[in-house]
């Protein structure tokens, strides 16, 4: 099978086409700029600009769509340009191209208002539920793809919830450089259970989906390593992987989530670069419990995890000690 | 005459819990043989097999059927009409009175050409009303209806003579107050949500007062209330007092009554009326249910349960046996006549001869029936230590054909007032302190002293008399019943740990067949004698033909023996078997030091040694046998208070179990005792037995169990019986696990506690045993938290070091129980919440409510507050 892999530079992307290699696929990959991956045919352009994804998709009989904005903070113009109307754009020129088969990964937060979620399966996405403009601007995008799914090209969206792994700067990296400069507060208790996907179990559930897109049309599935485990744990298994000292200092929740939204307003107001220390849907996050009930997945996709939380600690651990 | 008003209006189609399909609007004429217009609920199958007829009462109106409109089969046809003037159905402005609205009932059933089966439900004021109808058409040679059920929920038909009549309605009646209360105002209305226990949410409020939102349209509540005979000369005392006599002529009318006794209207006084009047009736009542208990509990599947169960082998079954009994009978044994029965411990260390005590149960049953005039099936609370005056009482009760009821003193205050609500006894035999608590709690039960009593305590005590003062006055040619095997002979109460203590119900022949499983399991013979420190056993000494002797020790805190207790009273019988508690054995084995300066020969004679009432550890017994009665074999019993024992194991076997074994599923407790069966129902993946029974080994699956010497049902708990007792005679003990390939049951916890994870059900006992085990850990409990069948396992443990306030163990910890864990039963543990103590109940300090905490963690792991479980 060749494959379109957009946004392939990412934790998940890299992994995505490793998997995706490893396996005899041709992977063609899809970015801003090089990705310096080995084995794949190179396109660099932007997802908002149709001619390089057309001809990106020459002779593709399948997608994998990654490529989003994911900050915590920015312009709505910004997260609709690229998750609403570049998911679109893929999606379109991939149907022009005649791709069989099309992997759409989305985020549980599509379908979460604040409250807490414990064992709940995949809830339909809700642009009016969600909260801030990543989760909606990705609610929107799942949303059209989805009704868009045909027989031509079947459609699936894949939301993994809290992906890691060695390299990963999104969570293990905020929380390594909070926790080294003693900036790594608990939110709440620090007890509420949270699902995560250890990156290598993402990538293979995206392949999975690409194979199983004809029998499962139109859903949506949230994966995870189905292991949930408390944000304090969580926390102190990266700290102790990479070797920091980390001692829990506890912060009401209500007072984490004020402050969050006070720290987005003022980097709003003073258009500073970079991102707030902590935002009101972070702390919420940290705060109430997210985690998921995985029966449908599984059968759904024929896939499970083959890398364990206890086993991704010591690959974590290994990759610090080398020097990743 | 009928309103514009009233005419047209149907009840709002969002009223919650309400199908706006279930309204039809039906002309009848009425007392007067006017036509009026009648709103009723009428969920509409046309070609149904059976009708239920459901009135409401006031101030409600039909709403108050609608779970029951949902709940029933599909053949089912509900027809619930809105009395006139209430609900929707007409405002004539008239005056009716309890016989006109009988009479317009039968217009309205007339006009509905009602024909066929039809069982009648009726709730407060429609019971008078549905009553009277259902004796009206009764007496019809030429009914078309074929009347086969009645169900009455919080009613009445009498004012009980011991009873003031409802402070709410008399408070109603008072002239100036009812006009106000009741229609210029809505505070009757909302009054009974006062009544109603828990409370009421606002969308069902909404749904009763929807209909009675004018002055006008209230009018009937006050006609209604006026109503109400509360003076012989009221002009509805007639019909009412006809309608309650009627009620000995429905002796062949199926009939379940189903009672709130939280209600402060119709409280149990006015259930035992009903009772009285309808001795063949099944009940179900509820401790706390109030007034509209159809709100407060789930009447609709009881209801739906017992009309599909009515003809079925009711599962209330009592024996068939007639032939007499005698529970007494070894008393009588000549051969035992010098031997002792009894040495009491305590104070001056009394004893009694088989004989002695043989003379005295006759001399009281004789003085119970004579004097006291307690008859044959009249209810006996004992609420005496063990010992020869409860030997003597509980004898004498059986001897005469009294119904001991047995509640256990550690149960505490408020679980003994509920369960003596429960039994509501006749008379209540006991000692000052139990008759001080009935005094103050009010237990129901005329009182009589164990012992003679100074007549100005007992004046305070309320106590009519004492035992030895009966015995004194009895006539000397008093001629006693005869029990029947199949006649009620005790109600037992269970501990109740894990909820309200029930009350279970034993014939004569199924005690005199658990005495007799209990010699054949344990070999017992008259050269055996015993040292009873665990309470059920202790009664049953003198059945067996054994010499017995209770410790000096109080039998509902196990922790009172210690190891000299022991030996005094091992010495003082020669004793070669001490029935004792898990808490019983281990303060035994940690003051055995205290023995060093005595002869502990006595000791050696024990050959049995029986742990029963709750789990035992195999190394607490092992060291029970090796450093305090290296001559006894230990067993353990497996069993619960609606059948005991179910099973037992010796150590031996224990400490020799195959490594093959069923040790996934949970603890072994042995092969079943002679004449039991035992079975499982394999559970759903929900958790929730799918009522099939396989024998396939290693099958996890909810216990059932059936012997001689099981329960017969749960006192006033016709629905609570109904579930626990599967068709084939069986009794589903609630507790999950498996039996194995030799046959022997293997026992993983209860049902409710059953961990529903993606894999399937597993039981949370094999997770514990696998924790409890690990360095720092006293003893842990293991939930699934999460919607079933997405359950994770959540690990709370009691530590050495206990935390101030909970929280997660260490990374180092985590990683040895979900090691053990995973070496266990194969499942992740999501995290460990250490804790300074479990909540464990009283009696037994060792059965974990693990429903409780399973809420408990979720609430914690969704990030709430986190305080001590």
Known sequence: MRVLVTGATSLLGRHTVEALLERGDSVVVFQRSESGLDGVEEHCGSITDRATLDAALAGVDGVIHLAAKVDPVGDWEDFKAINVTGTANVHAAAADAGVARFVHVSSPSVAHGGASISGEGAEPADPDQTRGHYSTSKAIAEQQVLAASSAAMPVVAIRPHLVIGPGDTQLIGRIVDRAQSGRMPLIGSGLALVDTTWVDNAASALVAALDAAPDVAGRAFVVSNGEPRTVHELIARITDAVGIEWSPRNVPARVAIAGGAAAEAAWERTGRDGEPPMTAFGAEQLSTAHWFDQRETRAALGWEPSVTLAEGWLRLAAHHAFGG | MTTADSADRLPPADLDGWDPSWSRLVDAPD????????????????????????????????????????????????????????????????????????????????????????????????????????????????????????????????????????????????????????????????????????????????????????????????????????????????????????????????????????????????????????????????????????????????????????????????????????????????????????????GAGTSVTFGELDDLVQATAEALFGVAAIAPGDRVALMVPPGIDLAVALYACWRMGAVPVLVDGGLGPTRMSAAMRVANPDYLIGIPKALAAARTLRWPGRRIASSALSSPMARLLGATDDLAGLRRRRAADTLLPTPKGSDEAAIVFTSGSTGPSKGVRYTGERIRAQVQTLIDLYDITPEDSLVAAFAPFALYGPAMGLTSTVP?????????????????????????????????????????????????????????????????????????????LPNAEAHTPYGMTECLPVASIDLTALESLDTDGLDEIGVCVGRPAPGVDATVSPLDELGTPTGQITDAPGTLGEVWVQAGHMRVGYERLWHTTHRASPAGGWHATGDIGAIDAAGQLWIGGRTAHVICSPRGPVAPVPIERAVDVLDGIRRSAAVGVGPPGAQVVVVIAEVVDAPKKPQQSSLDRLDEIRKAVADAVGLDVATCLEVAALPVDRRHNSKIDRSALAEWALRVLEGGEVKAP
């Not at chain 2, 509900?78 to 609205?101: E, F, K, V, W």
């Not at chain 2, 030429?142 to 059920?149: A, E």
């Not at chain 2, 009018?219 to 009221?234: K, W």
Request: hydrophobic residues 45%; glycine residues 6%; proline residues 6%.
């Open chain 2, 31 to 346: 007392h007067t043989g006017e036509l009026v217009r009648w709103h009723m609920l009428d969920n509409g199958p046309t070609d149904a097999a059976l009708t239920v007829l459901a009135v409401h009462g006031n101030p409600t109106w039909s709403y108050t059927w609608r779970h029951l409109a949902a709940a029933l089969p599909a053949d089912v046809r509900l027809i619930a009409p809105d009395q006139l003037d209430m609900g929707y159905s007409a405002r004539s402005g008239r005056t009716r009175r309890l016989a006109d609205r009988i009479a317009d009932l039968l217009g309205l059933t007339d006009a509905l050409q009602l024909s066929g089966d039809v069982v009648v439900v009726a709730h407060d004021w429609g019971g008078p009303v549905s009553l009277g109808w259902l004796q009206a058409e009764l007496a019809r040679t030429d009914s078309p209806i074929n009347l086969v059920g009645l169900v009455l929920t919080n009613t009445a038909v009498h004012q009980p003579p011991d009873a003031s009549a409802p402070t709410v309605i008399r408070t109603a009646r008072t002239p100036g107050i009812l006009r106000r209360a009741t229609v210029d105002t809505t505070a009757f209305l909302r009054g009974m949500f006062e009544l109603s226990n828990p409370r009421t949410p606002a969308a069902v409020r909404r749904g009763y007062l929807a209909p009675y939102d004018t002055a006008e349209r209230r009018a009937a509540i006050a006609t209604f209330v006026e109503d109400i005979p509360l003076e012989s000369d009221h002009p509805t005392a007639a019909t009412l007092d006809a309608i309650a006599d009627g009620l000995t002529g429905l002796g062949d009318l199926p009939t379940l009554l189903v009672w709130g006794a939280g209600d402060r209207v119709f409280s149990d006084l006015y259930l035992h009326d009903l009772e009285s009047r309808l001795p063949h009736a099944d009940v179900h009542r509820h401790p706390s249910a109030g007034h509209l208990v159809s709100e407060d509990i789930d009447v609709a599947s009881i209801v739906v349960d017992w009309i599909a169960a009515r003809g079925a082998e009711p599962s209330d079954a009592t024996d068939a046996s007639a032939a007499p009994i005698d529970l007494t009978e070894r008393l009588r044994d000549p051969a035992l006549a010098d031997r002792v029965a009894i040495r009491e411990m305590a």
């Open chain 2, 552 to 628: 000096d020790m109080d039998v509902s805190a196990p922790g009172s023996l210690d190891a000299s207790t022991l030996l005094d009273a091992v010495e003082a019988v020669d004793a070669t078997m001490v029935f004792a508690s898990p808490a019983a054995i281990l303060k035994v084995v940690e003051s055995i030091d205290e023995l060093d300066s005595r002869d502990c020969a006595a000791f050696d004679h024990v050959r049995l040694l029986l742990s029963a009432g709750a789990p035992v550890p195999t190394h607490l017994l092992r060291t029970a046998i090796d450093t305090v």
